[in-house]
T-cell receptor
């Protein structure tokens, strides 16, 4: 099992450009999450999907959209990137009600 | 607002015992988790407490007091590889597995 995979690993965007971060899990988990982590900070929840076909906002959803394509895949889209969105983005899925499995992260820089 | 407070940094020597505290203030409480994150890596799950008391997993233990809105992670027989950031996270909603993370404690283990 690959666990949780994310693409790309690194990305540099110019202000105003758009992109989609991809996430997939092969553990048959129902719930999936997108977090961002800024230097010296904890993880802040952007969006989550409790099950296939549902998505909900987290703490910091502004500037982002998500799609739960199927049970395996949960993508995060930045429609018009801003420097404030420079961060490391982690996707996660949950096995039980407490153990989240995280992907390796996408390091995004917006100039 | 919702918040989880942790010390920003803790330093200890190899072989010692260290305690990392977490005080939370959330709208709901349905469990406290702990995660470890090495520099440049993804968070990995360490332990979980839903009920008051101590949970032990090898060299790591976690404690919860719901009446005090407080928990801690105890690391024994510290090793150099334990140098990392440690995050507490609270599940704040009964209907979904949504977590709020603390800002993290950076642990430095000295030889």
């Amino acid at each position: 099992n690959a666990g949780v995979t994310q693409t790309p690993k690194f990305q540099v965007l110019k202000t105003g450009q758009s992109m989609t971060l991809q996430c997939a899990q092969d553990m048959n988990h129902n719930s999936m999450y997108w977090y961002r982590q800024d230097p010296g900070m904890g993880l802040r929840l952007i969006y989550y999907s409790a099950s296939e076909g549902t998505t909900d906002k987290g703490e910091v959803p502004n500037g982002y959209n998500v799609s739960r394509l199927n049970k395996r895949e949960f993508s995060l889209r930045l429609e018009s990137a801003a420097p404030s969105q420079t961060s490391v983005y982690f996707c996660a899925s949950i096995r039980s009600n407490y153990e989240q499995y995280f992907g390796p992260g996408t390091r995004l820089t917006v100039t | 607002g919702q918040s989880l407070e942790q010390p920003s940094e803790v330093t200890a020597v190899e072989g010692a015992i260290v305690q990392i505290n977490c005080t939370y203030q959330t709208s709901g409480f349905y469990g406290l988790s702990w995660y470890q994150q090495h520099d440049g890596g993804a968070p990995t799950f360490l332990s979980y407490n839903a009920l008051d008391g101590l949970e032990e997993t090898g060299r790591f233990s976690s404690f919860l007091s719901r009446s005090d809105s407080y928990g801690y992670l105890l690391l024994q027989e510290l090793q150099m590889k334990d140098s990392a950031s440690y995050f507490c996270a609270v599940r704040d909603s009964p209907g979904t597995y949504k977590y709020i993370f603390g800002t993290g404690t950076r642990l430095k283990v000295l030889a």
